[in-house]
Nanobody, 124 residues
Protein backbone atom coordinates (compact mmCIF):
# COMPACT_ATOMS: atom_id res chain seq x y z
CA UNK A 1 0.00 0.00 0.00
CA UNK A 2 1.20 3.47 -0.85
CA UNK A 3 0.96 6.21 1.75
CA UNK A 4 0.40 9.72 0.41
CA UNK A 5 0.87 13.10 2.08
CA UNK A 6 -0.20 16.33 0.42
CA UNK A 7 1.09 19.80 1.19
CA UNK A 8 1.13 23.27 -0.29
CA UNK A 9 -2.44 24.37 0.17
CA UNK A 10 -3.40 27.74 1.56
CA UNK A 11 -5.25 30.98 1.02
CA UNK A 12 -4.64 32.88 -2.21
CA UNK A 13 -6.35 35.71 -4.06
CA UNK A 14 -8.08 35.30 -7.40
CA UNK A 15 -5.50 35.06 -10.14
CA UNK A 16 -2.83 33.77 -7.81
CA UNK A 17 -0.87 30.53 -7.86
CA UNK A 18 -0.16 27.60 -5.61
CA UNK A 19 1.93 24.48 -5.98
CA UNK A 20 0.72 21.33 -4.31
CA UNK A 21 3.02 18.42 -3.55
CA UNK A 22 2.20 14.80 -2.87
CA UNK A 23 4.93 12.69 -1.33
CA UNK A 24 4.54 8.94 -1.46
CA UNK A 25 6.05 6.33 0.80
CA UNK A 26 5.84 2.59 1.16
CA UNK A 27 6.16 1.85 -2.51
CA UNK A 28 7.92 3.32 -5.53
CA UNK A 29 5.26 5.15 -7.50
CA UNK A 30 6.81 4.72 -10.93
CA UNK A 31 4.37 1.88 -11.60
CA UNK A 32 1.37 3.86 -10.38
CA UNK A 33 -0.77 6.28 -12.26
CA UNK A 34 -1.47 9.26 -10.01
CA UNK A 35 -4.32 11.69 -9.81
CA UNK A 36 -5.47 14.84 -8.12
CA UNK A 37 -9.07 15.19 -7.05
CA UNK A 38 -10.87 17.93 -5.15
CA UNK A 39 -13.92 18.29 -2.99
CA UNK A 40 -15.52 21.74 -2.85
CA UNK A 41 -17.49 22.66 0.28
CA UNK A 42 -20.80 20.78 0.35
CA UNK A 43 -20.13 18.98 -2.92
CA UNK A 44 -18.96 15.60 -4.15
CA UNK A 45 -15.31 14.79 -4.76
CA UNK A 46 -14.40 15.42 -8.40
CA UNK A 47 -11.63 14.58 -10.79
CA UNK A 48 -9.00 17.24 -11.53
CA UNK A 49 -6.11 15.62 -13.39
CA UNK A 50 -4.30 12.32 -13.85
CA UNK A 51 -0.80 11.39 -14.98
CA UNK A 52 0.55 8.08 -16.22
CA UNK A 53 3.26 6.17 -14.40
CA UNK A 54 5.93 7.37 -16.80
CA UNK A 55 4.68 10.95 -16.69
CA UNK A 56 4.35 11.08 -20.46
CA UNK A 57 0.57 11.18 -20.56
CA UNK A 58 -1.79 13.49 -18.72
CA UNK A 59 -5.52 14.23 -18.78
CA UNK A 60 -7.20 17.28 -17.28
CA UNK A 61 -10.73 18.16 -16.34
CA UNK A 62 -12.06 20.87 -18.65
CA UNK A 63 -12.48 23.22 -15.70
CA UNK A 64 -8.73 23.36 -15.03
CA UNK A 65 -7.25 22.80 -18.49
CA UNK A 66 -4.75 25.49 -19.37
CA UNK A 67 -4.45 26.67 -15.75
CA UNK A 68 -3.23 23.61 -13.84
CA UNK A 69 -0.18 21.48 -14.61
CA UNK A 70 0.57 18.08 -13.15
CA UNK A 71 4.07 16.64 -13.04
CA UNK A 72 5.91 13.89 -11.25
CA UNK A 73 9.42 13.11 -10.11
CA UNK A 74 9.57 9.37 -9.67
CA UNK A 75 13.09 9.58 -8.26
CA UNK A 76 11.65 11.64 -5.41
CA UNK A 77 8.42 9.67 -5.24
CA UNK A 78 6.57 12.95 -5.56
CA UNK A 79 3.76 14.34 -7.67
CA UNK A 80 3.11 18.05 -8.10
CA UNK A 81 0.14 20.17 -9.08
CA UNK A 82 0.95 23.69 -10.24
CA UNK A 83 -2.18 25.80 -10.08
CA UNK A 84 -2.19 29.17 -11.84
CA UNK A 85 -4.88 31.76 -12.52
CA UNK A 86 -6.84 30.47 -9.57
CA UNK A 87 -10.54 31.24 -9.30
CA UNK A 88 -12.90 31.20 -6.31
CA UNK A 89 -14.54 28.08 -7.75
CA UNK A 90 -11.22 26.26 -7.32
CA UNK A 91 -11.73 26.44 -3.55
CA UNK A 92 -11.73 22.86 -2.27
CA UNK A 93 -9.88 20.23 -0.34
CA UNK A 94 -7.40 18.72 -2.80
CA UNK A 95 -6.53 15.03 -2.61
CA UNK A 96 -3.70 13.06 -4.16
CA UNK A 97 -4.45 9.47 -5.17
CA UNK A 98 -2.62 6.47 -6.58
CA UNK A 99 -3.89 3.54 -8.59
CA UNK A 100 -2.13 0.26 -9.27
CA UNK A 101 -0.80 0.13 -12.80
CA UNK A 102 0.58 2.88 -15.01
CA UNK A 103 -2.61 3.68 -16.90
CA UNK A 104 -4.48 6.90 -16.20
CA UNK A 105 -8.04 7.04 -14.92
CA UNK A 106 -10.62 9.69 -14.04
CA UNK A 107 -12.88 7.49 -11.92
CA UNK A 108 -12.50 7.86 -8.17
CA UNK A 109 -13.23 4.20 -7.46
CA UNK A 110 -10.24 3.01 -9.48
CA UNK A 111 -7.77 4.66 -7.09
CA UNK A 112 -6.62 2.55 -4.17
CA UNK A 113 -4.58 4.95 -2.06
CA UNK A 114 -5.52 8.44 -0.93
CA UNK A 115 -3.90 11.23 1.02
CA UNK A 116 -5.61 13.24 3.74
CA UNK A 117 -6.01 16.30 1.57
CA UNK A 118 -4.82 19.89 1.62
CA UNK A 119 -7.16 22.86 1.68
CA UNK A 120 -7.04 25.46 -1.06
CA UNK A 121 -9.05 28.64 -0.60
CA UNK A 122 -9.25 31.29 -3.31
CA UNK A 123 -10.63 34.64 -2.22
CA UNK A 124 -12.47 36.94 -4.61
Amino acid sequence: QVQLVESGGGLVQTGGSLRLSCVASGRTISNYAMGWFRQPPGKEREFVVTISGSGISTHYADSVKGRFTISRDNAKNTVYLQMDSLKPEDTANYYCAARTGPGMATIIGTYTSWGQGTQVTVSS
